[in-house]
């Protein structure tokens, strides 16, 4: 693999997304092909999910290709767009009350714009603290001005988390395409393709082997899948997935393993945080079939990302001093 | 194209971008008859979400109901009412010699379809208020259009009354099946029947 590591960087791009769209056109090939098979109705339902979340993959993995060809302005403006859906999505489903009007709007209208405007501007130290200590503050004063003392706790946590996992987690990624490392200019956008193939990974894995293997669920009442054995076995995939791509980032292979470890460990374990929030709100899923609301489920597919998005972009930025 | 239409489009896309407008046409799909849609009313966003869950060749023969004192008080107001949404004017003050129900039959004549809130106001309660007499009358005016009942769902939420900006949260249209006037159904009983029905929408959604 040491050759790939000598190709310049657009052609390890173009290998990467030939390698991207090969699989997936094989993988919607094979979908095809079984899509004629007679099927029991249990059958259906799990190939139905599969093509629901194929066609999102599909989707994910144009958008991440018009990010990358139009350059980092139009990316973090694609995902700004992402985030106020997310976060539309989620306060949908949140219990707010009428004295939180201006605190939404707060929300919506400046902090998401301004986040996204640190971010294009790559003041990285104000961006990594603006959402956590000046926000932090400003939302409960705003809520508190509404003047209604009803839960009052409950709302502005809910609202503030929106505001974590939607506008702060989601704009570590464009965060982690402008962070541009030392000695490794325009690398940006592997490690965000680097972020979500291990995290990506992981979740697949770790579905897939929790539901062969029948193993104890860690909380019952939380997830049925979620098993820390299949939790194990999902962060090696991720960590040898980040091994094997580590030509193309600044990593070496081990710092590669580990990273990919930590990413797709802590976007799982976001996964589960997130099915309790579902569990809370009394839904299955953020969006889907049986949606009140008429959410897509947006949600439900870039929650993992949103946690794993921060914790990564940290201990890259402090592990190499960028 | 002209301006009134671009306008039009435009304040569509804002309405989706806002609060997605997803209609679900369970009782009856969306054709182009004459109807008359009607509604939960509980914030003024509410016409703006019911037109925008209409597929767009629906929307130019749907109209809203405005007060005429309100809606030419600017002539910003008068614009938008006028040339973008192409309401019906009625006043609020009764005077003794005019049947305020008039300018809505006659749209109904022309062969417009309608979206009338029959509560009268807009209420902040879960369930609607009573409805007023006025859907009583043109369903007896006009027995051949059709009376599509309407839930409006979380609007409240994206712009609750005394505010002006509007906050980004999901709401939906869920329409239900046609209702009709019985031969010699009491004016009271067909209202409540009427009320049930939008309540019932709520629960198809």
């Given at each position: 693999m040491g050759a790939l590591r000598d190709l310049d960087v657009q052609q390890q791009v173009a290998l990467l997304f030939v390698v991207l769209f090969g699989v997936l056109m094989l993988v919607t090939a094979v979908a095809i092909a079984r899509s004629v098979r007679e099927l029991s109705p249990e059958q259906q339902e799990r190939f139905d999910r599969f093509v629901r979340d194929l066609r999102a993959t599909w989707l994910g993995a144009v958008l991440f290709w018009i990010a990358w060809v139009a350059g980092a302005l139009v990316s973090t403006l694609l995902f700004g767009v992402l985030s106020f859906l997310a976060l539309r999505e989620f306060l949908t489903l949140t219990h707010t009350r009428r004295g939180d009007h201006r605190s939404l709007l707060l929300a919506f209208f400046i902090v998401l714009p301004l986040q996204y405007v640190l971010v294009g501007q790559r003041l990285f130290d104000l961006f990594t603290v603006f959402i956590p200590v000046y926000v932090f503050l400003a939302i409960p004063v705003i809520s508190a001005l509404g003047n209604d003392p009803k839960r009052f706790l409950e709302r502005t946590a809910k609202i503030q988390w929106g505001i974590m996992v939607c506008i702060y987690g989601m704009s570590h990624a464009p965060a982690l395409l402008l962070l541009d490392p030392p000695r490794h200019e325009d690398r940006g956008a592997f490690l965000v393709l680097f972020l979500v193939a291990v995290v990506a990974a992981a979740q697949i894995v770790q579905e897939s082997v929790g539901r062969r293997l029948r193993?104890?669920?860690?909380?019952r009442h939380i997830s049925?899948?979620?098993s820390w054995r299949g939790w194990f076995i999902g962060v090696a995939a991720a960590a040898l997935l980040g091994a094997l791509l580590?030509?193309?980032?600044?990593?070496?292979p081990v710092a590669a393993l580990l990273l990919g470890a930590l990413a797709g460990g802590s976007g799982t374990l976001g996964e589960l945080v997130m099915k309790a929030l579902k569990r809370d709100a009394g839904v299955?899923?953020?969006?889907?079939?049986?949606s009140v609301t008429g959410a897509v489920g947006l949600l439900d597919r870039v929650a993992a990302l949103c946690f794993a998005a921060p914790v990564f972009f940290h201990v890259v930025r402090w592990h190499f001093g960028w | 194209m002209k301006l009134p239409e671009a306008a039009g489009l435009l304040l569509a896309f804002l309405a989706r971008l806002i609060t997605g407008a997803q209609g679900h046409w369970h009782g009856c799909p969306p054709k182009a008859e004459q109807r008359i849609y009607f509604a939960n009313h509980q914030s003024h966003f509410d016409w703006v979400l019911i037109w925008a869950a209409l597929p767009s060749d629906l929307r130019a023969t749907t109209r809203p109901i405005a007060a005429r004192d309100y809606w030419t008080s600017s002539k910003l107001k008068h614009w938008i009412t006028r040339e973008i949404f192409n309401a019906v004017y009625v006043s609020r003050q009764r005077s003794d010699d005019e049947d305020p129900l008039e300018p809505l039959m006659q749209a109904l004549r022309n062969g417009d379809s309608l979206v009338i809130f029959p509560e009268g106001t807009r209420g902040n309660q879960a369930e609607p208020a009573p409805f007023k007499a006025g859907l009583f009358h043109l369903a007896e005016a006009f027995p051949q259009v059709q009376l599509i009942p309407a839930w409006i769902d979380n609007v409240q939420r994206v712009m609750p009354k005394g505010e002006v900006v509007p906050v980004p949260i999901l709401c939906s249209v869920t329409f239900g099946a046609p209702l009709q006037l019985q031969a010699g159904e009491d004016r009271h009983d067909f209202l409540d029947r009427a009320r049930r029905a939008v309540i019932a929408c709520k629960d198809l959604g």
């Amino acid at each position: 693999m040491g050759a790939l590591r000598d190709l310049d960087v657009q052609q390890q791009v173009a290998l990467l997304f030939v390698v991207l769209f090969g699989v997936l056109m094989l993988v919607t090939a094979v979908a095809i092909a079984r899509s004629v098979r007679e099927l029991s109705p249990e059958q259906q339902e799990r190939f139905d999910r599969f093509v629901r979340d194929l066609r999102a993959t599909w989707l994910g993995a144009v958008l991440f290709w018009i990010a990358w060809v139009a350059g980092a302005l139009v990316s973090t403006l694609l995902f700004g767009v992402l985030s106020f859906l997310a976060l539309r999505e989620f306060l949908t489903l949140t219990h707010t009350r009428r004295g939180d009007h201006r605190s939404l709007l707060l929300a919506f209208f400046i902090v998401l714009p301004l986040q996204y405007v640190l971010v294009g501007q790559r003041l990285f130290d104000l961006f990594t603290v603006f959402i956590p200590v000046y926000v932090f503050l400003a939302i409960p004063v705003i809520s508190a001005l509404g003047n209604d003392p009803k839960r009052f706790l409950e709302r502005t946590a809910k609202i503030q988390w929106g505001i974590m996992v939607c506008i702060y987690g989601m704009s570590h990624a464009p965060a982690l395409l402008l962070l541009d490392p030392p000695r490794h200019e325009d690398r940006g956008a592997f490690l965000v393709l680097f972020l979500v193939a291990v995290v990506a990974a992981a979740q697949i894995v770790q579905e897939s082997v929790g539901r062969r293997l029948r193993s104890r669920p860690a909380a019952r009442h939380i997830s049925r899948s979620f098993s820390w054995r299949g939790w194990f076995i999902g962060v090696a995939a991720a960590a040898l997935l980040g091994a094997l791509l580590y030509w193309a980032t600044p990593f070496k292979p081990v710092a590669a393993l580990l990273l990919g470890a930590l990413a797709g460990g802590s976007g799982t374990l976001g996964e589960l945080v997130m099915k309790a929030l579902k569990r809370d709100a009394g839904v299955r899923s953020w969006g889907g079939k049986a949606s009140v609301t008429g959410a897509v489920g947006l949600l439900d597919r870039v929650a993992a990302l949103c946690f794993a998005a921060p914790v990564f972009f940290h201990v890259v930025r402090w592990h190499f001093g960028w | 194209m002209k301006l009134p239409e671009a306008a039009g489009l435009l304040l569509a896309f804002l309405a989706r971008l806002i609060t997605g407008a997803q209609g679900h046409w369970h009782g009856c799909p969306p054709k182009a008859e004459q109807r008359i849609y009607f509604a939960n009313h509980q914030s003024h966003f509410d016409w703006v979400l019911i037109w925008a869950a209409l597929p767009s060749d629906l929307r130019a023969t749907t109209r809203p109901i405005a007060a005429r004192d309100y809606w030419t008080s600017s002539k910003l107001k008068h614009w938008i009412t006028r040339e973008i949404f192409n309401a019906v004017y009625v006043s609020r003050q009764r005077s003794d010699d005019e049947d305020p129900l008039e300018p809505l039959m006659q749209a109904l004549r022309n062969g417009d379809s309608l979206v009338i809130f029959p509560e009268g106001t807009r209420g902040n309660q879960a369930e609607p208020a009573p409805f007023k007499a006025g859907l009583f009358h043109l369903a007896e005016a006009f027995p051949q259009v059709q009376l599509i009942p309407a839930w409006i769902d979380n609007v409240q939420r994206v712009m609750p009354k005394g505010e002006v900006v509007p906050v980004p949260i999901l709401c939906s249209v869920t329409f239900g099946a046609p209702l009709q006037l019985q031969a010699g159904e009491d004016r009271h009983d067909f209202l409540d029947r009427a009320r049930r029905a939008v309540i019932a929408c709520k629960d198809l959604g």
